[in-house]
């Protein structure tokens, strides 16, 4: 088996077991499973243990978010693929099988995205794999656009962790998730890490999946998301761009940030994501923070100008 598949839950029970049922039902032969459980409180990790004995079960005792989960699920498998997924998802057929393919054509591939789609209208996308800019602005390809027009496998600047497998032989390399994040930006923050060492990331179409979306956090938005990912964009930034690339983009940075500022104190959160601003400030300032910060690779510059190229290139494909 080429393939583990580990699921991250927390309080899922609306979702869970439609998840599991559909990777029951996804391939000639039933894939690895693998749920870790954030300490749920609605009964959804006994629940799929007893409906689906086959899938192992990880419990941790409280909510240690979504990296947490997600590295320990790693750890705990052993096949050359692991392909991450949200508990609010439903599998389509030959998703799995599209994956791995791509994966073993494209041996420079470090992860693929799945096409999300949205699980009440399959015609509208949820994403097709992230993209980051100079703006400091991370967003999900094609969301809330026509399905159709994402039919071509392309390269991406991340993968979605929602729906994406990752090739194990690069994680050793990249490290896992990190857990600073707690929850957001950690997959853009993951892809970013992979590309400064020269691998890639990719979209591809023909794996599909249906996202009901915002099944843990709530609401699309709420102060909860909104404060964290000002919190760890803020992070994101100072932990992988040199401090020459942060002063040749601070402009940029600066106009969007205010931008986005502008933006939530519209819609009533602008306390919530100056509050993300400053928490993320003294993230980078902690030892914490300080330790994770990615040394410059100085012997792979082409590495750093084609970073840099494209997060000015997604400035222009965002607006």
Known sequence: MKTTVVIPNYNGKQYLAACLKSLEESEEKRPDVLVVDNGSADGSDREAEE????????????????????????????????????????????CISA???????????FSVSARMVDMKDPSVMDGAGDLYSALGWA???????????????VRIFSACAGAAIYRRSMLERT??????????????????????????????????????????????????????????????????????????NSPLLAAGFAVKLLFFLKKGYGRAYAEGLREGLILCASPEG??????????????????????????????
């Open 51 to 94: 409906a689906f004995p086959w899938v192992r079960l990880i419990r941790f005792p409280e909510n240690r978010g979504f990296d947490a989960a997600v590295n320990e699920g790693i750890r705990q498998s052993r096949t050359p693929y692991v392909f991450l997924l949200n508990n609010d998802t439903i599998v389509r057929p030959g």
């Open 99 to 109: 994956l791995e393919a791509r994966m073993d054509r494209e041996k420079e591939l």
């Open 139 to 153: 967003y999900a390809v094609g969301k809330g656009k026509p399905a159709a027009r994402y039919e071509k496998p």
């Open 175 to 248: 490290g896992l998730f990190d857990e600073l994040h707690f929850a957001y930006l950690e997959d853009v923050d993951l892809g970013y890490r992979a590309r400064i060492l020269g691998f890639e990331n990719a979209y591809e179409p023909s794996a599909v999946v249906l996202h009901a979306g915002s099944a843990t956090s709530g609401s699309r938005y709420n102060e909860f998301k909104i404060r964290y990912s000002a919190r760890n964009n803020v992070y994101l930034i100072y932990k992988n761009m040199p401090a020459l690339q942060i002063l040749l």
């Open 290 to 319: 300080r330790a994770r910060r990615v040394r410059f690779k100085g012997g792979n510059p082409g590495n750093y100008i084609r970073i840099q190229a494209q997060l000015w290139i997604n400035i222009f494909r965002r607006l």
